[in-house]
């Protein structure tokens, strides 16, 4: 199973470089076009724009694996550990219902637009939100494993999976020093 999750979370980071690169090349030469030949690519935002919100939603999953997101600690550092592990239950059952509401609106959203084309290239506006639908069921199942991973180790001994080890500034001794 590590395995899969491994090469899952690799092909995810590529498809966010690629939709990075993608993006990047097309608003570039799409711009010299304009300026330079006084035409353009008829397609380059449309495409950028899918690829952005593909990207969007492919950087949200990766963290929410990594634990990347924002997180305040401000209740669950004064609580003991058995409290500090239900709140983080209650935090995951909540994301979980949050998840099912954005799987809801984003099943809705690519039934009314399976058949409505893109205004230049044509393509199935469901492939837009689509992204939604993706990210809504991989996530649901993201959060329920680590959800379970959650209620199997004993209160105090739940540390989230981070990508890179915990690393921290510390604070310097001379005022005024920047580093």
């Known amino acids: 199973m590590k395995n899969i999750l491994t090469i899952y ?93 954005f799987l809801e609106g984003s099943w809705k959203q690519t039934l009314i637009n399976l058949h409505v084309g893109a205004p230049s290239t044509g393509v199935s ?5 689509g992204a939604g639908l993706v990210f809504s069921v991989l996530s649901a199942a993201l959060i329920t494993m680590q959800m379970i991973d959650n209620l199997r180790k004993p209160a105090g001994s739940y540390k989230p999976q981070t990508a890179e080890p915990d690393t921290h500034v510390a604070p310097t001794t001379q005022a005024g020093v920047l580093k």
């Open 125 to 129: 506006m469901a492939l837009f939100y």
């Open 9 to 101: 979370f690799t092909a995810l980071k590529v498809l966010i470089v690629s939709s990075l690169v993608c993006i990047t090349l097309l608003i570039f030469f799409n711009v010299v076009l304009r300026y330079g030949f006084n035409s353009g690519l008829f397609f380059s935002e449309e495409i950028s724009r899918l690829a952005f919100v593909w990207l969007v939603f492919a950087g949200a999953q990766l963290m929410l694996h990594e634990n990347g997101h924002i997180g305040v600690d401000i209740v669950t550092s004064r609580v003991s550990p058995t409290v500090g592990k239900y709140l983080l239950l209650l935090t995951q059952v909540l994301m979980l219902y949050v998840t099912w509401l």
